[in-house]
Each structure stands twice: as C-alpha cells, then as structure tokens.
C-alpha cells in the first residue's frame, strides 16, 4: 500500500465514522503549498471555500478551508 492510497484509506475510514453521527460537514485546512492534500481533498469531493493569508513561525503562507457536505454525500 503506498502513502497514497494509506492517506485515501484513512479519510474513507474517517468518512465512514462521521456519517454514523450527526455531523454534517467535514472541513479541513491546508497551507497552499501541500499539493499532495490538495489533489485529495478535491479528488475526495472536498470543495475549496476559502482562501487567506497566514503567517506562520515567521513564514507568509496562504491557508485554504476545504469543506465536504456530508448530507449530499451520504
């Protein structure tokens, strides 16, 4: 099993936790420069709402929030 599909693994496991409960939607944040996460989460059905600017140990980063509606999901 690569990284890859390990990653895909967990967040199929974690989707399938939260839909036994009442949550319904999921969101994630990432630096804008983590592409790999990037690519799974929109991959996954995730949906990009927002994007800002961060600063970070020094460092100028972009924050996104990806969120999955778990209701049209499920």
């Known amino acids: 099993m690569t990284n890859s599909d ?3 693994e967990l967040l199929r496991i974690f989707f399938e936790k ?3 409960r009442t949550v319904d939607k999921l969101v994630l ?3 804008e420069g983590n592409s ?3 690519k799974l989460y ?3 059905g995730y949906r990009l709402v927002s994007s800002s600017p ?10 996104e929030t990806w969120v ?4 049209a999901a499920g």
């Open 6 to 8: 390990s990653e895909k």
């Open 18 to 20: 939260l839909t036994e």
């Open 29 to 31: 944040e990432v630096e």
């Open 36 to 38: 790999a996460a990037r």
């Open 42 to 44: 929109a991959a996954e």
């Open 54 to 63: 961060l600063s970070a140990f020094g460092v100028e980063l972009t924050e």
């Open 68 to 71: 999955l509606d778990l209701e």
